[in-house]
């Protein structure tokens, strides 16, 4: 016979009556942690009907009982994303430019040795003072049919250092 958890109490079935309708774990429901129609997890009830308590939180069940540690996301059908690194949110306009400059550039090289000996370099370059994301603060879990996030780059702050290298 099944059981289901209501208040920190197990019943015998999931359609028992009880006086308390409020914040009930109702199994089968949308609020069901463990898929709609799925029953009570073994280690809700495993230690006996006195000290079964319906947990409020997958982080509290993982604590309970740590087989099901790693398998709840296969159980909700999750899986471990992190945000995709996209360079700027460019518009349509700044994408243009780049195209037209990026064919000049080509039609330019197609001219030989003097396009090349045109160029002037220099080793001077901007340090900019920012405090990037990490790729695990960004990771989170979603379910498998849900595209994965975008996260732009980390626009720079206004104070710059000049570093100048001879």
């Not at 396009?115 to 603060?137: A, L, N």
Request: positive net charge; glycine residues 4%.
């Amino acid at each position: 016979m099944e059981q289901a958890c209501r208040r920190g109490k197990c019943i015998d079935s999931p359609s028992a009556k009880t006086s308390q309708v409020n914040d009930e774990c109702l199994f089968g429901d949308d609020k069901n942690p463990w898929g709609s129609g799925k029953s009570c997890p073994a280690f809700l009830t495993e230690k006996g009907r006195q000290s079964c308590k319906r947990p409020n939180t997958l982080s509290m069940c993982c604590e309970t009982c740590p087989k099901y540690a790693t398998g709840w996301p296969d159980i909700l059908d999750y899986r471990k994303v992190s945000a995709r690194r996209v360079p700027r949110m460019l518009t349509n306009e700044v994408k243009m430019q780049r195209k037209t400059t990026c064919a000049e550039l080509l039609k330019n090289e197609e001219e030989g040795e003097e396009f090349i000996q045109r160029i002037v370099t220099g080793d001077e370059s901007w340090v900019h003072h920012y405090d990037p994301d990490i790729k695990r603060q960004s990771m989170e879990y979603r379910h498998k049919s849900s595209p994965s996030p975008r996260k732009f780059k980390v626009i720079t702050s206004a104070r710059k250092v000049m570093l100048t290298v001879f």
